[in-house]
């Protein structure tokens, strides 16, 4: 079975509310996230079967335009990401690790995402919108060239503009990855 994902931010919590029971009317979907985030926005990230999250996300934003900050469906999601949004995310570190840090929740999500499919990498941990000014950052781990690989086709994912900056730890000090 395989699992998509439908991300939505929007710059009204009232709004995003309304939606998500739209949402959740609209198809058979199960909601991952529904909260606020920081600074005043509202985040729902949902998933389900790919004609499901798409029409969920297809039935509101032809309607609710003025609010959405940014949405996406991301078909055939990777594993690791559903998993971490139901925090069980795996935590493996093997020779490196990188960072990549963007603007928006959905930029990250989508840069995210392809970054699992495209290397060898595993997710360690995602921070989605709340605490950090709406900003989102994710770390990956794996061989310093994977990681590299995996960094580049994130940073080339999405636009530029939606990057706050990216780095690779060639073997991260122990400290760093037991308080991540």
Same mark, same amino acid.
């Given at each position: 079975?395989?699992k =998509?994902?439908g991300?939505?931010?929007?710059?009204?919590i009232?709004?995003?509310?309304?939606t998500?029971?739209?949402?959740l009317?609209?198809?058979?979907?199960?909601?991952l996230?529904?909260?606020?985030?920081? !600074?005043?926005?509202f985040?729902?990230?949902?998933?389900?079967?790919i004609g499901?999250?798409?029409?969920?996300?297809?039935?509101?934003?032809?309607?609710?335009?003025?609010?959405?900050?940014e949405?996406?469906?991301?078909?055939?999601?990777?594993?690791d990401l559903i =998993? =971490?949004?139901?925090?069980?995310?795996?935590?493996q570190?093997?020779?490196?690790?990188?960072v990549?840090?963007?603007?928006?929740v959905?930029s990250?999500?989508?840069?995210l995402d #392809?970054?699992?499919?495209?290397a060898?990498?595993? #997710?360690?941990?995602?921070?989605l919108?709340n605490?950090?000014?709406?900003?989102s950052?994710?770390?990956? =781990?794996?061989?310093v060239s994977?990681?590299?690989?995996?960094?580049?086709?994130?940073?080339?994912?999405?636009?530029?503009?939606?990057?706050?900056?990216?780095?690779?730890i !060639?073997?991260?000090?122990k400290d760093?990855?037991n308080?991540?």
């Open positions: 079975m395989l =998509s994902l991300i939505m931010e929007f710059s009204s009232a709004k995003g509310i309304e998500g029971d739209k949402m009317k609209a198809a058979t979907v199960e909601i996230m529904l909260r606020h985030i920081c !600074p005043g926005k985040m729902i990230i949902l998933t389900g079967e499901d999250v798409t029409e969920a996300v297809n039935s509101v934003v032809v309607k609710d335009k003025e609010k959405i900050v949405s996406t469906v991301i078909s055939n999601a990777h594993e =998993s =971490s949004l139901r925090k069980r995310a795996p935590f570190c093997t020779e490196a690790i990188g990549f840090e963007t603007a928006t959905t990250s999500m989508i840069a #392809l970054a699992l499919k495209s060898s990498v595993r #997710l360690i941990k995602v921070v919108g605490g950090i000014g709406g900003k950052y994710f770390v990956i =781990s794996g061989s994977s990681v590299e690989e995996a960094i580049k086709i994130a940073e080339n994912s999405i636009s530029s503009k939606k990057v706050i900056y990216k780095t690779i !060639p073997s991260p000090s760093i990855i308080n991540l």
